[in-house]
């Protein structure tokens, strides 16, 4: 892959690039604020952009705008977002916008290579890839409002794994069940949550986003 760095940190920049570079990726760009994120991707047209959360001037939503925009001037262009943690209202606010090619990881997941990697490669695959503790964090609300609690215990660990961004038949395969048991699985969640049937939403995505907006 081609990729574009942004995050204000060199030291996370420089590990970066080492990391990417061993596993046979191009870093085309590397920068440290959301301006100079946007020339970089018209310039190079990189496959995915990992950008940090918060950048200079005021350490805010710099690099969530920049993500949006990049998403909407070239959405054929992966964004991967990194946070220090978990903020639900700007993974709602940047999945609110996208149905794949988008991920949402804590920094701390950089460390796990292998998982970090393999994220990349579902970004640049158009999926949609959700920090687990981010997952975790939400479905952690037991008090949270009623369609949560309308699902049985193996509806909400097919959640946890769609809210991850895995396809029916990975799912299958981690739960050891049929890809058939998965479908009924997931059908019921969209129907606990009262998801529209309309082909220009993805109720995938929606049900997310449920979440997400508690």
Known sequence: MRLILADD??????????????AGHEV??????????????????PDVAVVD????????????????????????VGVLVLSQYVEKTYAATLLAG?????GYLLKDRVSEVSDFLDSLTRVNAGETVIDPEV??????????A?????????ETEVLRHLAQGY??????????????????HVNAIMDKFDLPRD????????????????
Not at 135 to 144: G, K, M, Y
Not at 204 to 214: F, M
């Open 135 to 144: 997952v975790r964090q939400l479905l952690a609300r037991t008090t949270h």
């Open 98 to 102: 996208t149905a794949g090619g988008l």
């Open 53 to 76: 959360v918060r950048m200079p001037p005021t350490h805010t939503d710099e690099g969530v705008r920049a993500a949006l925009e990049i998403r909407e001037r070239r959405p054929d």
């Open 199 to 214: 082909p220009s939403y993805s109720r995938r995505v929606l049900a997310i986003l449920r979440y997400l907006d508690g």
């Open 28 to 45: 085309v760009a590397a920068v440290g604020d959301a301006p100079a994120l946007l020339d970089a991707v018209a310039v190079h047209r």
């Open 167 to 184: 396809v029916n038949a990975a799912i299958a395969e981690r739960l050891h069940v049929s890809l058939s048991t998965v479908e009924k």
């Open 9 to 22: 940190s060199v030291l996370l920049r420089e590990g970066l690039i080492r990391l990417l570079a061993d």
């Open 146 to 154: 009623d369609p949560l609690s309308r699902l049985s215990p193996r």
